[in-house]
């Protein structure tokens, strides 16, 4: 059966790009090419898209998905942080990131992103990267494995986590996403949240470097659009949304407009059809079409 998908925060995506017709486009995470798809109606009947994205299956599934746009669309395997150099200084009319982890990543027992799906402890984005988040939890020693928990997890119980961790791999290697939720049974729920959440969320961004460099790939990807591009990200957790913010904050500086001084959050209806839409944040920023005045010495 082929993967659900349900592009988050899309009408507001295609706004703050302003897509015209016959524009360059990219899309940093291209992932199944929901908002790729959108772009491409709306750039019409001459617009041109370059989407990359690190997870081989799902670049897959889009190229089904957006073969009958022919010429129109290019993809490629590759890192959003690599875009200035696959670019080759053509400054695109408007780059979009959607960051974090999909639906089609989530829902795949075999990716190992959810505690709530028996698999393999993997969490990949790009299967060819060697690391995964079995090795991380059975090689780091405790105190760095509390210090991912608690930067990338924003756990306050990380210390007790890295215990129950460490004592349970000393029984026995822990190779499942149930093997791991379950060596966190001992430390007790606060609230609604379940202790593997934020661990999980921590081990992901780790193996994947999800907010390595991510601000300065931010200002890169900015610096490369034409006068008039915007740059759209949209993030799904504080630490990117924090990222982002601070990427943009810095433009104006350099001949940018912040478009959202606060972040834009999916509307009702859109909660009501897609729950997981709910941590979702958009910000965007627009290359002017002038470089900002130095004041005379």
Known sequence: MEPQHQPVLLAEALAFLAVKPGGFYVDGTVGL???????????????????VDRDSEALALAEQRLAGYGPRVELR????????????GATPDGILLDLGVSSFQLD??????????????????????????????????ETEL???????????????????????????????????????????????????????????????????????????????LAPGGRLVVISFHSLEDRAAKQALAALPRA?????????????????????RARSARLRAAEKLDQEPRVAAA
């Open 146 to 224: 509390a210090d991912v928990i608690y930067r990338f997890g924003e756990e306050p119980r990380a210390r007790r986590i890295a215990r129950c961790l460490v004592a349970a791999r000393r029984r026995g290697r822990i190779e499942t996403t149930a093997a791991l939720a379950g060596a966190l049974r001992g430390v007790e729920r606060r609230g609604r949240i379940d202790p593997a959440t934020r661990t999980f969320q921590a081990l992901r961004i780790r193996v994947n470097r999800e907010l390595d460099g991510l601000p300065a790939a931010l200002g890169q990807l900015a610096h490369s």
């Open 77 to 88: 395997h590759s890192d959003f942080r690599a875009l200035p150099a696959l670019l080759a």
């Open 108 to 141: 795949c027992a075999e990716r190992g992103f959810s505690f709530r799906r028996e698999g393999p402890l993997d969490m990949r984005f790009d299967r060819m990267q060697h690391e995964t988040a079995t090795d991380l939890v059975n090689r780091l020693p």
């Open 33 to 51: 090419g929901g908002h790729a798809r959108a772009i491409l109606d709306a750039s019409a009947p001459a617009g041109r898209l370059l989407g």
């Open 255 to 275: 001949g940018f407009r912040v478009l959202t001084p606060k972040p834009v959050r999916p509307a009702a209806d859109e909660l009501a059809r897609n729950p």
